[in-house]
């Protein structure tokens, strides 16, 4: 979300995120300047940081996104629903869509090599990924039915996570049929709730 007093509103926050990503694609993004980004958006490089903190965050804008979906995996579940069952149909909720988050949307393959040719964006990533590990170990803190142990779910499940989407990208990367890679995602994800079932939550 922009800051408060941010100009320009929505509008001008999708303008400059349509803009960035197009560069970026384009050159690689740190070929890319701020200030480029700013005037080819028609405007400051001051309006530009007042939506966007980081320059990463121009390209690596769905990190709320992913809180969100976290947040309300525990929140919102049914009656009945264990917070691992919950994540396990978030994410294969994810997958079935080929939601962005899940890696397999059609623009995820340049994403990919975006951030791959980075070292700043690579850092980044990993850097949102202990973010999301802290959100989703306060979620599940506060949460009353949650018998797990919160900050050992929560680091195996983003641990987990991540490495069925880092796998998912480097087959993608290689030219694998998105659809086989798909089918393979599916499998990782299960293999990645079995483990937590039999493991983390064993016993709890």
Request: proline residues 5%; aromatic residues 6%; charged residues 25%.
């Amino acid at each position: 979300m922009p800051r408060s007093g941010a100009r320009g509103g929505p509008q001008t926050r999708a303008r400059i995120l349509a803009v960035a990503n197009r560069l970026f694609l384009e050159r690689g993004y740190d070929a890319v300047t701020v200030a480029e980004i700013a005037r080819a958006a028609g405007v400051s490089s001051v309006t530009v940081f007042n939506h966007f903190p980081r320059k990463e965050d121009l390209f690596m804008d769905r990190a709320a996104d992913a809180a969100d979906v976290l947040r309300a995996a525990v929140r919102d579940r049914a009656p009945g629903v264990d917070p691992l069952a919950a994540l396990r149909q978030t994410s294969f909720r994810l997958l079935d869509t080929r939601h962005p988050l899940s890696g397999l949307a059609e623009l995820s393959l340049p994403f990919f090599r975006t951030v791959a040719a980075s070292p700043a964006l690579v850092a980044r990533a990993r850097a949102i990924g202990a973010e999301l590990q802290a959100t989703l170990a306060e979620e599940l803190e506060h949460d009353p039915d949650s018998a797990a142990d919160p900050a050992l779910l929560a680091a195996f499940f983003v641990a987990g996570y991540t490495a069925v989407l880092v796998e998912t990208a480097r087959r993608l990367l290689a030219g694998e049929p998105a659809s086989t890679v798909q089918a393979s995602h599916g499998v990782r994800l299960e293999r990645l709730f079995t483990a937590l079932r039999d493991g983390v939550t064993a016993g709890s």
